[in-house]
Each structure stands twice: as C-alpha cells, then as structure tokens.
C-alpha cells in the first residue's frame, strides 16, 4: 500500500492534483473573460445608444426652453429649473392629467425638471422629486428673480447658480 504523504493529489484520482487546479483556474480565467466581454458590450450599448440621443437633440427644432433654465408650470403654478428634455416622450404621457387637453397632447417636447420645494409645498401639499412635463403647460418666469430653485438634487445636477437665468 503506498503512501502518498496525505497530500491528495495523486495522479489519476481525477478529484484534484495539479491537473484539476489548472482546469478550475482556466475555467475561472474564461468565466472571468465572458463577464468582462458582456461588461464591455453593455458599455458600448449604453454609449452608442447616449451617442445616438446625443446626435438627435442636436437639431433644436421645436424645442423652446434649454437646461438650467427655470420656469413656471402653467396649471399647478410651481417654479421648476430644466435638467432635460426630449424631443418626444419615451413613456405614454396621452392619460396624464397634465397632458390631457393640451393642444398637441403627448406630441410635444418633454423636459425633466426639479421643482422648487417651497413651491412644492404650498401648492401641492408637499415635496415632489422629479418631474416630467409637456412643453405646452411651461412658461418663462416673469420675474427673473424668482429663478432660485430649492431642491435636493440641485447640488448633484448643476455646478452653480446665475440670478439672471436661474
């Protein structure tokens, strides 16, 4: 009966030795690889498709507000300061109430906006997060110098403030 020290590994015991490390460190490499293969498709997905929404707001047309710009929403009378917008909505907007009645429904730009939370209170009840609206119901604010925004995210979207424009 030979003894091979307790080390386990001897040869043709098919459940280790070096042969068997060498297999689960190739299949941990190649495991390893696929993850960082899909990883990078999904960045080029990502990029290509922000490419493309990069190159299709490009053209302006239509669209009458830019971001950092605060407005005033026609129906609910709260200030909210522009972080984006598109040409079209990407969700079914046609059932909101916001949108119901408009002239040109949810065939319009959209812009999302951060309301002012003072505003937000007093007229709704209480805070709100972000908000998507029609272009139809903004207007420009009569009153540059009711441009301040109070919200939570502001610091996190925009690097500073200009009391002409908000």
Not at 59 to 76: E, M, N, S, T, W
Request: proline letters at 4%; charged letters at 25%; glycine letters at 14%.
């Amino acid at each position: 009966s030979a003894d091979n020290g307790g080390s386990g590994g001897g040869a043709g015991d098919g459940g280790g030795g070096r042969d068997g490390e060498e297999r689960s460190l190739t299949s941990a490499g190649l495991s390893a690889a696929y993850r960082a293969a899909r990883h990078v498709g999904k960045v080029d997905d990502y990029l290509t498709t922000n490419l493309l929404e990069r190159q299709s707001k490009v053209a302006r047309d239509g669209i009458h507000f830019h971001v950092g710009q605060v407005l005033k929403h026609r129906k609910y009378g709260y200030r909210a300061v522009v972080f984006g917008w598109e040409n079209r909505p990407h969700l079914d907007v046609s059932h909101w109430d916001g949108v119901v009645g408009l002239p040109s429904g949810a065939d319009q730009p959209f812009y999302r906006m951060l309301p002012d939370n003072d505003d937000c209170v007093k007229l709704l009840g209480g805070p709100r997060g972000v908000r998507y609206v029609a272009q139809e119901n903004l207007e420009e604010l009569s009153i540059a110098s009711e441009a301040h925004i109070s919200h939570e995210l502001m610091p996190h979207l925009f690097t500073a403030y200009s009391p002409s424009d908000g």
